[in-house]
Protein backbone atom coordinates (compact mmCIF):
# COMPACT_ATOMS: atom_id res chain seq x y z
CA UNK A 1 0.00 0.00 0.00
CA UNK A 2 1.04 3.47 -0.95
CA UNK A 3 2.59 5.45 1.88
CA UNK A 4 0.53 9.26 1.32
CA UNK A 5 2.76 10.74 4.17
CA UNK A 6 5.63 10.58 2.15
CA UNK A 7 5.87 13.75 0.34
CA UNK A 8 5.20 15.57 3.14
CA UNK A 9 7.76 13.47 5.53
CA UNK A 10 10.54 13.86 2.77
CA UNK A 11 9.50 18.06 2.64
CA UNK A 12 9.73 18.48 6.73
CA UNK A 13 12.92 16.68 6.35
CA UNK A 14 14.18 19.25 3.63
CA UNK A 15 12.95 21.67 5.91
CA UNK A 16 14.04 20.41 9.49
CA UNK A 17 17.81 19.78 7.59
CA UNK A 18 20.40 22.08 9.63
CA UNK A 19 21.67 24.50 7.40
CA UNK A 20 18.22 25.21 5.88
CA UNK A 21 16.68 25.60 9.35
CA UNK A 22 19.58 27.99 9.93
CA UNK A 23 18.31 29.91 6.80
CA UNK A 24 15.13 29.88 7.49
CA UNK A 25 15.48 31.02 10.69
CA UNK A 26 18.65 33.05 11.03
CA UNK A 27 17.66 35.64 8.21
CA UNK A 28 14.22 36.81 9.38
CA UNK A 29 15.95 36.92 12.81
CA UNK A 30 18.53 39.19 11.53
CA UNK A 31 16.07 41.32 9.63
CA UNK A 32 14.49 41.93 13.16
CA UNK A 33 17.95 43.18 14.55
CA UNK A 34 18.73 45.45 11.35
CA UNK A 35 15.63 46.83 11.32
CA UNK A 36 15.54 47.87 15.36
CA UNK A 37 18.96 49.59 14.80
CA UNK A 38 17.40 50.58 11.84
CA UNK A 39 14.52 52.50 13.25
CA UNK A 40 16.27 53.19 16.83
CA UNK A 41 18.68 55.51 14.55
CA UNK A 42 16.17 57.39 13.12
CA UNK A 43 13.70 57.98 15.97
CA UNK A 44 17.21 59.18 17.88
CA UNK A 45 16.23 61.73 20.54
CA UNK A 46 12.08 60.34 20.83
CA UNK A 47 13.44 57.97 24.02
CA UNK A 48 9.50 56.37 24.11
CA UNK A 49 9.87 55.48 20.16
CA UNK A 50 12.83 54.15 20.33
CA UNK A 51 11.78 51.57 22.93
CA UNK A 52 8.62 51.02 21.00
CA UNK A 53 10.24 50.46 18.13
CA UNK A 54 12.85 47.66 19.95
CA UNK A 55 9.75 46.13 21.68
CA UNK A 56 8.21 45.89 18.69
CA UNK A 57 10.86 44.23 16.76
CA UNK A 58 11.32 41.91 19.74
CA UNK A 59 7.94 40.80 19.33
CA UNK A 60 8.05 40.11 16.32
CA UNK A 61 11.13 38.60 16.40
CA UNK A 62 9.35 36.15 19.25
CA UNK A 63 6.57 35.35 17.45
CA UNK A 64 8.81 33.73 14.35
CA UNK A 65 11.12 32.17 16.90
CA UNK A 66 7.78 30.14 18.06
CA UNK A 67 5.82 29.97 14.90
CA UNK A 68 9.40 28.06 13.56
CA UNK A 69 9.70 25.86 16.24
CA UNK A 70 6.55 24.90 16.81
CA UNK A 71 5.43 24.09 12.87
CA UNK A 72 8.67 23.35 11.20
CA UNK A 73 11.12 22.27 13.73
CA UNK A 74 8.02 20.01 15.45
CA UNK A 75 9.06 21.22 19.53
CA UNK A 76 7.55 22.77 22.16
CA UNK A 77 10.16 26.24 22.25
CA UNK A 78 11.01 25.48 25.95
CA UNK A 79 13.70 27.50 25.76
CA UNK A 80 11.98 30.41 26.02
CA UNK A 81 9.58 28.70 28.86
CA UNK A 82 9.09 31.21 31.28
CA UNK A 83 9.38 29.16 34.18
CA UNK A 84 12.32 29.33 35.54
CA UNK A 85 13.25 31.32 32.85
CA UNK A 86 12.37 34.65 34.42
CA UNK A 87 14.43 33.61 37.90
CA UNK A 88 17.46 32.95 35.35
CA UNK A 89 16.88 36.23 33.49
CA UNK A 90 17.06 37.99 36.89
CA UNK A 91 19.92 36.60 37.74
CA UNK A 92 21.59 37.24 34.55
CA UNK A 93 21.20 41.07 35.01
CA UNK A 94 22.67 40.76 38.38
CA UNK A 95 25.89 38.65 37.37
CA UNK A 96 25.81 41.11 33.90
CA UNK A 97 25.99 43.97 35.60
CA UNK A 98 28.47 42.78 38.51
CA UNK A 99 30.55 41.64 35.69
CA UNK A 100 31.11 44.62 34.43
CA UNK A 101 31.40 46.90 37.31
CA UNK A 102 33.86 44.58 38.73
CA UNK A 103 36.06 45.49 35.39
CA UNK A 104 35.83 48.81 35.75
CA UNK A 105 36.80 48.58 39.90
CA UNK A 106 39.54 47.05 38.73
CA UNK A 107 40.56 49.66 36.38
CA UNK A 108 40.11 51.96 39.02
CA UNK A 109 42.53 50.66 41.68
CA UNK A 110 45.04 49.79 38.72
CA UNK A 111 45.46 53.73 38.36
CA UNK A 112 43.84 53.34 34.88
CA UNK A 113 39.80 54.59 35.26
CA UNK A 114 38.52 57.46 37.29
CA UNK A 115 34.61 58.70 38.26
CA UNK A 116 34.94 62.64 37.87
CA UNK A 117 31.22 63.30 39.34
CA UNK A 118 27.47 62.16 38.13
CA UNK A 119 24.99 63.39 35.50
CA UNK A 120 21.63 63.56 35.80
CA UNK A 121 19.12 59.93 36.65
CA UNK A 122 17.28 60.59 33.70
CA UNK A 123 20.50 60.03 31.16
CA UNK A 124 20.16 56.62 31.60
CA UNK A 125 16.92 56.43 30.16
CA UNK A 126 17.56 56.54 26.63
CA UNK A 127 19.82 52.73 26.78
CA UNK A 128 17.19 51.26 27.91
CA UNK A 129 15.87 50.36 24.25
CA UNK A 130 19.48 49.72 22.90
CA UNK A 131 19.71 46.98 25.99
CA UNK A 132 17.08 45.35 24.92
CA UNK A 133 17.53 45.38 21.68
CA UNK A 134 20.41 43.89 21.96
CA UNK A 135 20.13 40.94 24.28
CA UNK A 136 17.05 39.87 22.83
CA UNK A 137 17.20 39.88 19.20
CA UNK A 138 20.86 38.94 19.46
CA UNK A 139 20.24 36.06 22.03
CA UNK A 140 17.40 35.19 19.54
CA UNK A 141 19.91 34.82 16.55
CA UNK A 142 23.03 33.99 17.57
CA UNK A 143 22.04 32.06 20.89
CA UNK A 144 18.74 30.33 19.65
CA UNK A 145 19.06 29.90 15.99
CA UNK A 146 22.96 29.53 15.20
CA UNK A 147 24.10 27.80 18.42
CA UNK A 148 21.15 25.52 19.17
CA UNK A 149 20.70 24.74 15.52
CA UNK A 150 25.04 23.76 14.84
CA UNK A 151 25.04 22.28 17.64
CA UNK A 152 22.58 19.68 17.36
CA UNK A 153 24.16 19.34 13.83
CA UNK A 154 28.17 19.42 14.74
CA UNK A 155 28.16 19.65 19.10
CA UNK A 156 28.57 21.57 21.76
CA UNK A 157 32.13 22.35 21.45
CA UNK A 158 32.18 22.81 17.55
CA UNK A 159 29.04 25.31 18.14
CA UNK A 160 30.77 27.13 20.94
CA UNK A 161 33.59 27.82 18.41
CA UNK A 162 31.47 28.86 15.22
CA UNK A 163 28.84 30.67 17.35
CA UNK A 164 31.46 33.08 19.29
CA UNK A 165 33.29 33.71 15.90
CA UNK A 166 30.50 34.54 14.04
CA UNK A 167 29.26 36.66 17.40
CA UNK A 168 32.62 38.30 17.58
CA UNK A 169 33.06 39.34 14.10
CA UNK A 170 29.67 40.44 13.37
CA UNK A 171 30.70 43.94 15.91
CA UNK A 172 32.82 44.63 12.65
CA UNK A 173 30.13 46.16 11.41
CA UNK A 174 30.15 48.89 14.18
CA UNK A 175 31.56 52.30 13.33
CA UNK A 176 34.54 51.97 15.90
CA UNK A 177 35.01 48.57 15.81
CA UNK A 178 38.58 46.91 15.81
CA UNK A 179 40.12 43.59 14.95
CA UNK A 180 40.69 43.10 19.01
CA UNK A 181 37.53 44.01 19.66
CA UNK A 182 36.07 41.30 17.38
CA UNK A 183 38.44 39.07 19.06
CA UNK A 184 37.61 39.42 22.64
CA UNK A 185 34.16 39.44 22.21
CA UNK A 186 34.66 36.03 20.32
CA UNK A 187 36.18 34.56 23.16
CA UNK A 188 34.66 36.98 26.26
CA UNK A 189 30.86 36.92 25.30
CA UNK A 190 30.97 33.92 23.32
CA UNK A 191 31.83 31.83 25.47
CA UNK A 192 29.78 33.41 28.33
CA UNK A 193 26.43 33.49 26.11
CA UNK A 194 27.01 29.84 24.74
CA UNK A 195 27.82 28.25 28.38
CA UNK A 196 24.85 30.06 29.37
CA UNK A 197 22.59 28.37 26.78
CA UNK A 198 24.19 25.05 27.32
CA UNK A 199 24.06 24.89 30.95
CA UNK A 200 20.22 25.83 31.27
CA UNK A 201 18.76 24.78 27.84
CA UNK A 202 17.25 28.08 27.73
CA UNK A 203 17.82 32.06 26.23
CA UNK A 204 16.91 33.86 29.81
CA UNK A 205 20.41 33.68 31.18
CA UNK A 206 22.19 34.88 28.25
CA UNK A 207 19.61 37.49 27.55
CA UNK A 208 19.97 39.40 31.23
CA UNK A 209 23.78 39.09 30.82
CA UNK A 210 23.42 40.89 27.63
CA UNK A 211 21.00 43.69 28.69
CA UNK A 212 22.59 43.93 31.99
CA UNK A 213 26.50 43.91 30.61
CA UNK A 214 25.68 46.72 27.65
CA UNK A 215 22.94 48.88 29.69
CA UNK A 216 25.87 48.88 32.50
CA UNK A 217 28.54 49.68 30.12
CA UNK A 218 26.27 52.51 28.59
CA UNK A 219 24.09 54.19 30.96
CA UNK A 220 25.60 53.66 34.23
CA UNK A 221 29.32 54.34 33.11
CA UNK A 222 29.06 56.08 29.51
CA UNK A 223 30.79 53.78 27.83
CA UNK A 224 31.20 52.92 24.58
CA UNK A 225 29.39 49.71 23.42
CA UNK A 226 31.16 47.50 21.54
CA UNK A 227 32.77 50.03 19.17
CA UNK A 228 29.63 52.24 18.68
CA UNK A 229 29.13 55.57 19.76
CA UNK A 230 29.07 56.62 23.42
CA UNK A 231 26.44 58.78 25.23
CA UNK A 232 26.39 60.54 28.90
CA UNK A 233 26.18 58.04 31.62
CA UNK A 234 25.43 58.36 35.36
CA UNK A 235 28.65 58.72 36.64
CA UNK A 236 31.43 60.66 34.17
CA UNK A 237 34.07 58.17 33.99
CA UNK A 238 37.04 58.75 32.44
CA UNK A 239 39.28 55.57 31.31
CA UNK A 240 43.19 56.36 29.78
CA UNK A 241 45.86 54.22 29.43
CA UNK A 242 47.02 51.74 26.97
CA UNK A 243 44.17 50.06 24.35
CA UNK A 244 44.75 46.66 25.81
CA UNK A 245 43.79 47.61 28.90
CA UNK A 246 41.45 49.76 28.33
CA UNK A 247 39.66 48.46 25.34
CA UNK A 248 40.88 52.10 23.18
CA UNK A 249 37.79 53.17 20.76
CA UNK A 250 35.94 49.84 21.05
CA UNK A 251 35.24 49.87 24.44
CA UNK A 252 35.86 47.73 27.54
CA UNK A 253 34.45 44.74 25.67
CA UNK A 254 38.34 45.10 24.08
CA UNK A 255 40.03 45.18 27.62
CA UNK A 256 42.37 42.20 29.05
CA UNK A 257 40.50 42.79 32.10
CA UNK A 258 37.11 42.36 31.66
CA UNK A 259 37.99 39.49 29.49
CA UNK A 260 39.61 37.91 32.13
CA UNK A 261 36.85 38.20 34.07
CA UNK A 262 33.71 37.35 31.16
CA UNK A 263 35.35 34.42 30.15
CA UNK A 264 36.52 32.73 33.54
CA UNK A 265 32.30 33.39 34.41
CA UNK A 266 31.68 31.25 30.88
CA UNK A 267 34.25 28.91 31.47
CA UNK A 268 32.39 27.97 34.99
CA UNK A 269 29.46 27.76 33.41
CA UNK A 270 30.46 25.35 30.40
CA UNK A 271 31.84 22.72 33.37
CA UNK A 272 28.56 22.59 34.63
CA UNK A 273 27.24 22.08 31.24
CA UNK A 274 29.73 19.53 31.43
CA UNK A 275 29.17 18.43 35.19
CA UNK A 276 25.45 18.33 34.51
CA UNK A 277 25.99 16.22 31.39
CA UNK A 278 24.46 19.15 28.83
CA UNK A 279 26.79 18.52 26.39
CA UNK A 280 25.54 17.66 23.18
CA UNK A 281 27.73 14.80 20.97
CA UNK A 282 28.13 15.75 16.58
CA UNK A 283 25.56 13.80 14.75
CA UNK A 284 28.77 10.93 13.68
CA UNK A 285 28.95 10.41 17.10
CA UNK A 286 25.42 9.81 18.18
CA UNK A 287 25.05 7.87 15.35
CA UNK A 288 28.08 5.08 16.42
CA UNK A 289 26.42 5.49 19.78
CA UNK A 290 22.72 4.59 18.52
CA UNK A 291 24.17 1.46 15.98
CA UNK A 292 26.45 -0.06 19.03
CA UNK A 293 23.46 0.30 21.05
CA UNK A 294 21.47 -2.07 18.66
CA UNK A 295 21.03 -5.57 19.55
CA UNK A 296 22.90 -8.17 17.22
CA UNK A 297 20.73 -9.90 14.67
CA UNK A 298 20.39 -13.89 15.15
Known amino acids: MANHAEPTQLWLRVLQFPPTRLLLL ?4 FMCLGMSNGLMGQNQGNVPMTIFAASGMIALAMWVYIGFARFVERREPSDLALSPGLREL ?23 ARIEGMNPL ?82 WLGIGFHISWNYTQSAVFGGVVSGSVADPGLF ?31 VWLAVRAVHAGHVVLPFWSRAKDAHALQPASA
Open 26 to 29: GFPL
Open 90 to 112: GIGLLVGSGLYTAGVLVLMVLGF
Open 122 to 203: SVMIPAIAMAISSGFLEELLFRGALFRIVEEWLGSWASVVISSVVFGFVHLMNLAATLTGAIFISIEAGLLLAAAYMLTRRL
Open 236 to 266: KTVITGPDLITGGGFGLEASLIPCILATTTG
